[in-house]
């Protein structure tokens, strides 16, 4: 039963126009129990008329950057976020150490403590020992040398980076800001009459009846979460700008791999409906599994959702598996103790969306597959998605030996990103090396259509410049094609 208060506020809000609502949250005038109610009536009201539509200006205090590692994220936390914009949009660039933002000036600290200087005096074989950088480019505002001699005398080395280093610093500045983030209002469900063009980013938020999002930066901050869902929706919808025509990318194996799941993400209608005579058998939901998970476990489910808009016949299980899925969201969701119902400890939230269910893992993958756990796998269900994994880079490897192989072993489809193109190239070495003659390409390596259009800084090397899911490829373990035998031979 709801209380006088929410009746009130019901009530009060009942007279308050979409327009007026959102006006009154960029001015903090209206408490936080009207503004969820608003957002609610917001839902209802617009569902009469057209596709629902979804505020998620929440989604900047939430989302974690693709570089964990470093304890920084790429948006504010909730204690910056502010009503009242902190700063205005003509002035975004500020040095690193002079910021007006706290985490940032933090962020500067530990660039100078862990970042080495670049200059060829510092590196192996050169003249001087190495060094930590602590001169801030005057242009970038990013400390980038040791000293402003280095920087003078190795200045056209960093001319090359110098104006997507100054991007970066606005595009964090902007997003510690405190405005107002007309980008982050997501569309709704899509009309089945009403067909999504797929071909790059422009014509993918035009179909889907996004807000006009007029400006390069709002474009690189909305492209920035949304690439993880759009990229895996992209290559498994049956309009996927990727096919095995010239320059498609698809190889035949796999054509056959991802028109399974195509096949099953868009079940034919059945005539099916809420009386006992119409009741139809369903098909199982499929299942995607997010190895290594980190930032991509935080995104809002907002973010998430777009995913079953593309899909709204099909159901879908998000799994996010690994030792850093859950970070720094233990006051949000505490870990359930493991049990025999629940022997990983996973958390399910099994509300997200009628069609939409996620569970959270942190464990290591093969230790969950060696028990069972997920058995059996199969093609027309299930696919493996690994946000830049790192399975050639030296410092995580190790952990990819044991899991590629039973990875292998399931024939399902392996989606693979990367940050940069020697990134993915990396990977695919590695993969080749480890498990030369077992695999099958699906997807020929290359740049994904629905990358992040905003570039990343690598705290520990600030000469390291990447955008999320860069490049994608896909591959699965090989099947190999039974003949029979004549009685004659």
Request: glycine letters at 6%.
């Amino acid at each position: 039963m709801a209380l006088p208060a929410e009746l009130a506020a019901r009530s009060a809000l009942s007279s308050i126009c979409t327009r007026c609502s959102v006006s009154l949250r960029r001015q903090g005038r209206m408490p936080n129990g009207l503004l969820q109610v608003s957002q609610h009536q917001r839902r209802s009201l617009s569902s009469k008329s057209s596709p629902t539509r979804t505020s998620q200006n929440s989604v900047s205090k939430r989302f974690s950057s693709g570089f964990a590692q470093t304890g920084f994220s790429s948006t504010p936390p909730a204690s910056e976020s502010r009503l009242k914009p902190i700063l205005a949009s003509d002035n975004l660039y500020h040095s690193f150490t002079d910021s007006p933002i706290p985490e940032i000036r933090k962020r500067a600290a530990f660039i100078k403590q862990h970042a080495g200087c670049p200059h060829p005096h510092h590196q192996p074989g050169g003249a001087m020992a190495p060094a930590h950088v602590n001169f801030e480019c005057p242009d970038c505002g990013i400390p980038v040398y040791c000293s402003k001699e280095h920087w003078a005398d190795d200045y056209e080395a960093h001319l090359k980076i110098c104006d997507t280093l100054r991007q970066v610093n606005e595009d964090d500045h902007d997003l510690r800001s405190g405005r107002f983030f007309p980008e982050f209002d997501y569309a709704g469900p899509q009309m089945e009459e009403s067909l999504v063009n797929m071909t790059n980013w422009d014509t993918f938020l035009y179909t889907r009846d996004f807000s006009a999002i007029d400006g390069d930066r709002n474009m690189r901050q909305a492209t920035r979460l949304l690439t993880y869902p759009i990229t895996i929706g992209s290559i498994l919808h049956e309009l996927s700008p990727y096919s095995i025509k010239s320059g498609g990318r698809l190889t035949p194996e796999g054509i056959k791999s991802f028109s399974a799941l195509r096949y099953t993400l868009h079940p034919p209608r059945t005539g099916g409906g809420m009386e006992v005579k119409n009741l139809r058998v369903e098909a199982p939901a499929v299942r995607l599994f997010i190895l290594g998970a980190r930032a991509e476990s935080s995104l809002p489910r907002d973010v998430w959702i777009q995913l079953a808009y593309l899909f709204p016949r099909a159901r879908i299980h998000l799994i996010f598996i690994g030792p850093e899925s859950m970070l720094n969201r233990d006051d949000e969701f505490p870990l359930p103790p493991r049990t025999a119902a629940n022997p990983f400890g996973a958390v399910v939230e099994a509300g997200v969306w009628p069609t939409m269910k996620i569970s959270t893992i942190v464990d290591y993958y093969h230790t969950i597959h060696n028990t069972g756990h997920f058995y059996p796998y199969d093609p027309y269900f299930d696919c493996f998605v690994m946000f830049h994994p790192g399975l050639g880079h030296p410092a995580s490897s190790h952990e990819w030996e044991e899991t590629v192989p039973l990875l292998l072993e399931t024939k399902a489809p392996i989606i693979v990103t990367g940050y940069t193109q020697a990134d993915m190239q990396r990977d695919i070495d590695w993969v080749s090396k480890t498990a030369a003659g077992e695999f099958d390409v699906l997807m020929e390596p290359g740049e994904n259509s629905f990358r992040s259009l905003r570039w990343d800084l690598n705290d520990m090397d600030p000469q390291d410049i990447s955008a999320g899911n860069w490049g994608v490829w896909a591959f699965r373990g090989k099947r190999y094609e039974t003949t029979r035998k004549s009685a004659e031979q």
